[in-house]
């Protein structure tokens, strides 16, 4: 089973996946969690180019270094999970792509697509969190300096926006969660939608 957890910077991601990998734990599965960029070495060093502020990156050349973090990934963590039965939970996939440097970013989303089908060999998530809120609560909320895909214009952040939901609305994986709740009332969707899939998976 494979869960990833996605949408802006701000609506708690970290705190409902820290929540949800316990509950998955404690319901006795074995739990693989990971961040997507980053994870392994090769990960890990792209995510601090593309977090970093020390060069500057176009936006094709943006998203294929993401694509290679996340092929690392599945060759190295998701694949070898999957193959041996474990949970995966990851922070972000492939559709962070889709949004940040195709809806947003200007690069034409379908040909981002076709690049991540051979990134990801085809594996992608059973359920696509989306927590989901207003730019403006969501900027509020972030109490830390911002890394240099967090450093974007309002106008940038709206199209993230707007990606997730048009996303959403044409892919049922994808599940939009009201993220401007308190942090009871989202996990409890959360695990509530988890429950239908991991339900039928048992079955």
Known sequence: MFFAFDGLDGTGKSTQMDLFVTWLTESG?????CIDPGTTPV????RSLLLGDEVPIGRTSEMLLFMAARAQLVESVIK????TGKTIVS??????????????????????????????RGIMPDIMFVLDMSPEIASERMQRERDRMEDQDAAF??????????????????VV?????????????????????LGTRTN
């Not at 070898?80 to 193959?83: L, Y």
């Not at 709206?158 to 994808?174: C, H, K, T, V």
């Not at 401007?180 to 695990?191: G, K, L």
Request: net charge negative.
């Open 29 to 33: 599965h074995d739990v693989v969690r």
């Open 43 to 46: 990960g890990q060093k792209i």
């Open 91 to 120: 922070d972000r996939y492939l559709l962070a792509n889709l949004v940040y440097q195709g809806y947003a970013g200007g690069l034409n989303v379908e040909a981002i697509r076709e690049i991540g089908q051979t990134a990801t």
């Open 177 to 197: 969660i009201d993220a401007a709740r308190d942090i009871e009332s989202v996990q409890a969707d959360i695990r509530a939608a988890a429950s239908r899939v």
């Open 80 to 83: 070898p999970a999957i193959e």
């Open 157 to 174: 952040i709206e199209r993230l926006r707007a990606g997730f939901l048009q996303e959403a609305a044409s892919d049922p994986r994808i």
